[in-house]
């Protein structure tokens, strides 16, 4: 019987030996790497094995006939292959191809820094990073002035970059143009933005080729996407050594729905007698601000709008030039009223709608006068002295109505197209006689992300215009590709063609004009882990159709600009500290308004750097900041009309001092009267260096005079408090 037993056992185990099938492979991905740990499997049974360290496998099954083999693997498209167990015994290669997800796809990173919490961007800065800035006092021009791209000037407002003049960089408030982003202009000296950064989620400063979303740029772009609901509800209240102000947002019980308002008060008088000024202020700035907003939480999306109004004033004179005892006596009243309403909607079926409203309107008031030594009017005896003694009332009213749909089309790509419409009011009564210029603004654009891999990815698209007021269309291509190279590390490629109506002021002696254009080609390299960024990029920019004011105003003006730039970031390296550092290198020369030739732009440095330091002590609840600024020095023309020869010519020329600028600021966290409170302390130009922007010229060219900082620094000290919500677990959690 035992034998028995053992003759069955073996003749069983030997008929189960024949029946079973060996089935063996290998996994690999569709560029033939090795893929280790994919699941091999008979579909309907449990006979099935995973691939090992070379790729392959080898499992045994009793399945007999055509069966199913399932291949699958964490971020691969799942492959089902039929084979035929009675004929087929392997081996089977299986090519498994990788599935495109949005945490893993390649990004296109050619010309924009983008700063914020989106998962997928590549984020240089945060909101963080904004506030704490040394030397920037929270504004983003400030900051964005230390990437790559940006210059440094300091006597004018706006965003310099790439060669390109302060109005060619437009801003954008969730998908709309904002008309006067800064406050109003003085006269040789900057003026900063009139939003807070504490009302953007999300921050994308594109310094060339940007999307066909967005138009009338013709140098960059700086696109802000505002906050969605607040965390909690809270009151915040701040006091300082310029300004007072305080606010209110209320969050719905069910976290729905949230308004809130706030208002501001900035008074210079307090200040200026601690700090003296290098002008004479009969009217010290004084400024009025507030805003309100309300949010609603829709069945798939958001609606939110956003309201601010401003009111500012000030008065300044200065020695005149062109006498010895006269004074120019500047006088500004402004008042800014900005709407924007937006409805951010998912549609269902992979649609998705964004439909953006503004409304704007700007009032300013210029009094500029000629005053003896009593400060009492002096009138006109001369042609230049009658260039001095005017009053201009500029009004600008901006409508606009964009509506954009999303569609995805395969996996994570995108099919984006929409429509734009603006109306544009413009006003001047210059000395009573008023020009008025109107334009209807119409757009259409399209636009397609397409990922072809999770390493390669295009953005194509095009952008149509037409503007009553140049009774011209124009057609702008866009095209972006970028292709990982590795972890973390991807190239970069963006062209595009870019237009933008000439200036107000230019078309308010002609509308015989066209738009203005500029050409970019962008390359780019970054490479980027949790900790550390790197990215280099090279560009070049060709302008066509500029504005020349000379021998007639027309479309004659060209230019290029072409240059290098690095970035570096890191928050590794040394324990507690996080610091970045930014170069430019800039070859750039246009001919355009009254210029002779093609020379470089008085507001272009060749060589621009910036050192940003940040270190937190979380022993003490305080972070130090420094940012170090430095360009080599600006070109200055003396360009005046030379009557023998019916031209211009340049009488005289040079380069300023090289720039340099240490800012500091300090930010202690700690608790007052039951308030979350930081406690800021900043200043600008630490070591005082000499600063110069340029120059000024008499009307006969025998003396100029250098254009200076008002004062060799600005101190700043606030104290802002917070009930509901802890900033200042921010602040420790971004420094840990």
């Not at 309300?294 to 609606?303: A, C, D, E, S």
């Not at 334009?439 to 397409?450: C, L």
Request: aromatic fraction near 14%.
């Amino acid at each position: 019987m035992k034998y028995l037993i053992i003759l069955l056992s073996s003749l069983f185990i030997l008929l189960s030996a024949r029946a079973q099938v060996q089935v063996l492979g290998s996994v690999r991905d569709m560029k033939s790497r090795i893929l280790a740990g994919a699941n091999i499997a008979i579909k309907g049974s449990y006979d099935g094995t995973t691939s090992d360290s070379t790729g392959h496998f080898s499992f045994k099954t009793f399945e007999k006939g055509v069966q199913t083999l399932v291949v699958s693997n964490i971020g691969y498209k799942t492959v089902e292959q039929q084979i035929d167990l009675s004929k087929e015994f392997g081996p089977f290669n299986v090519a498994l191809k990788e599935e495109i997800s949005e945490l893993k796809a390649v990004t296109v990173t050619a010309g924009s820094f983008e700063a914020g919490d989106k998962k997928r961007a590549a984020t240089v800065l945060s909101l963080l990073d904004v506030l704490t800035t040394g030397g920037a006092n929270a504004d983003i021009s400030a900051v964005l002035k230390t990437l790559p791209g940006a210059q440094q000037v300091g006597d004018q407002e706006g965003l310099f970059v790439r060669g390109g003049a302060g109005y060619e960089a437009k801003q954008f408030i969730d998908g709309t143009m904002v008309n006067n982003p800064f406050y109003s202009s003085v006269p040789d000296i900057a003026q900063r933005g009139r939003f807070s950064p504490n009302l953007f989620k999300g921050t994308v400063f594109s310094t060339g080729g940007y999307s066909a979303l967005y138009g009338q740029a013709l140098s960059s772009a700086v696109i802000l996407e505002s906050i969605d609901l607040p965390e909690q509800s809270q009151v915040n209240a701040s006091i300082s050594t310029v300004f007072l102000g305080a606010g209110f947002q209320k969050l719905d019980k069910t976290k729905k729905s949230s308004w809130g308002f706030n208002y501001g008060y900035t008074n210079l008088w307090p200040y200026f007698q601690i700090v003296k000024q290098g002008v004479d202020y009969f009217t010290v700035p004084e400024f009025h601000s507030g805003d309100a907003n309300f949010r609603i939480k829709t069945k798939g999306g958001m609606i939110k709008y956003y309201t601010t109004f401003a009111t500012s004033s000030l008065g300044l004179r200065r020695p005149d030039i062109d006498s010895l005892v006269l004074k120019d006596a500047f006088g500004l009243n402004n008042t800014n009223w900005y709407n924007n309403l937006s409805w951010r909607e998912f549609l269902g079926k992979g649609w998705k709608m964004n439909l953006g409203l503004s409304y704007s309107t700007d009032l300013t008031k210029i009094n500029q006068q000629l005053q003896d030594q009593q400060n009492k009017p002096v009138t006109g005896s001369t042609a230049w002295m009658n260039l001095k003694t005017y009053s201009l009332d500029n009004t600008a009213n901006l409508s606009q109505i964009k509506l954009v749909f999303d569609k995805r089309i395969s996996g994570i790509s995108v099919l984006r197209f929409g429509n734009e419409y603006q109306y544009a009011y413009n006003k001047s009564i210059y000395n009573g006689f008023s020009l008025p210029l109107k334009d209807h603004y119409y757009a259409a654009f399209t636009e397609a992300d397409i990922n072809i891999t999770n390493e390669l990815a295009f953005k194509l698209g095009g952008r149509l215009e037409h503007s009553s007021i140049l009774k011209k269309w124009n057609l702008a291509p866009r095209l972006a590709i970028a292709y990982k190279t590795g972890p973390g590390a991807q190239f970069s490629f963006a062209y595009g063609d870019f237009y933008q109506k000439p200036e107000n002021n230019q078309l308010m002696l002609t509308t015989q004009l066209g738009y203005t254009k500029a050409t970019h080609y962008i390359l780019n390299f970054m490479k980027t882990t949790t900790l550390q960024t790197f990215r280099v990029e090279a560009f070049y920019k060709k302008y066509e159709d500029l504005v020349k004011t000379f021998p007639s105003i027309n479309n004659d003006g060209t230019g290029y600009a072409k240059g290098i730039e690095l970035f570096w970031r890191d928050r590794k390296t040394f324990q507690g500290m996080d610091y970045w550092i930014s170069y430019s290198y800039l070859d750039t020369k246009r001919d355009y308004l009254n210029y002779p030739g093609q020379l470089q732009p008085n507001f272009a440095a060749n060589h621009t750097a910036s050192l940003v330091l940040k270190k937190f002590i979380t022993k003490i609840n305080t972070g130090f900041n420094f940012t170090y600024s430095y360009a080599t020095g600006r070109p200055y023309y003396n360009i005046k009309y030379e009557t023998s020869n019916a031209k211009y010519v340049i009488a005289d020329q040079g380069k300023t001092i090289d720039y340099h600028n240490l800012g500091f600021s300090m930010n202690y966290l700690t608790t007052i009267f039951k308030s979350y409170a930081v406690i800021v302390a900043s200043v600008t130009n630490v070591l005082g260096s000499n600063q110069i922007f340029g120059y000024n010229y008499s009307q006969n060219g025998l003396y100029k005079e250098a254009i200076t900082p008002v004062a060799p620094r600005f101190f700043f000290v606030g104290c802002f408090l917070s009930w509901g919500v802890d900033r200042r677990q921010d602040a420790i959690n971004n420094n840990l």
